[in-house]
């Protein structure tokens, strides 16, 4: 099993752009989330889904979206790039939302 | 808003002491979960422990929960240098999982 891949690893974006972070798991864990991460704040939940077809928001959801059109992949969306999007971004994927959480190995976004 | 909040953020001790860091949380809660983090890395699942649970052992690690307190303690026993990491603690909501902010273990060889 690969568990949680995530491309790119590194990106670098012009404010405005937009461009898509893709994560893809091979465990059919049902729950899939991205977080960032950011110095000094922790993870900070971006969006979720408890399953194919169903989204929701987390505690930090504006300029980004999400969709879940099977249950291996959760790509998120970046619609118009803002400097406040510089960040590490994670990818996890559990079996249901309590279970122990299987995590990517981040893609370092800077937005210039 | 952050559900777990870690105690201390840094920690720094000698290779061989046991390094205790501690979490905090708000609202009730259905299971815990210790993760740590190596610079630059994914999170890996340390111990999760149920909220009927009050102790929790794997290999080198021990976990507490005190529910009344809404806290729990990581105690990490014999620490190597291969320790040094960032932990954090998550807490499961409605349908979220919300980490803290971390603590940052320092072990010097």
């Known amino acids: 099993n690969a568990g949680v891949t995530q491309t790119p690893k590194f990106q670098v974006l012009k404010t405005g752009q937009s461009m898509t972070l893709q994560c893809a798991q091979d465990m059919n864990h049902e729950y899939m989330s991205w977080y960032r991460q950011d110095p000094g704040m922790g993870l900070r939940l971006i969006h979720y889904?408890?399953?194919?077809?169903?989204?929701d928001q987390g505690e930090v959801p504006n300029g980004y979206n999400v969709s879940r059109s099977t249950t291996e992949d959760f790509p998120l969306r970046l619609l118009s790039a803002a400097p406040s999007q510089t960040s590490v971004y994670f990818c996890?994927?559990?079996?249901?939302?309590?279970?122990?959480?299987?995590f990517g190995p981040g893609t370092r976004l800077t937005v210039l | 808003s952050q559900q777990g909040e870690e105690d201390p953020q840094a920690l720094s001790i000698q290779e061989g002491e046991n390094a205790t860091m501690n979490c905090s949380y708000k609202?009730?809660?259905?299971?815990l979960q210790w993760y740590r983090q190596n610079s630059g890395r994914g999170l890996v699942h340390l111990i999760l422990?149920?909220?009927?649970?009050r102790e929790k052992h794997s290999g080198r690690l021990r976990v507490t929960l005190d529910t009344s307190k809404k806290s729990s303690s990581l105690l990490i026993t014999a620490s190597r240098a291969a320790d040094t990491a960032s932990y954090f603690c998550?807490?499961?909501?409605?349908?979220?999982?919300?980490f803290g902010k971390g603590t940052m273990l320092l072990v010097s060889p």
């Open positions: 609202t009730s809660i259905n299971n």
């Open positions: 422990i149920r909220s009927n649970e």
């Open positions: 889904s408890v399953g194919a077809g169903i989204t």
């Open positions: 996890a994927s559990s079996r249901v939302v309590g279970d122990t959480q299987y």
């Open positions: 998550a807490t499961d909501g409605y349908s979220t999982l919300t």
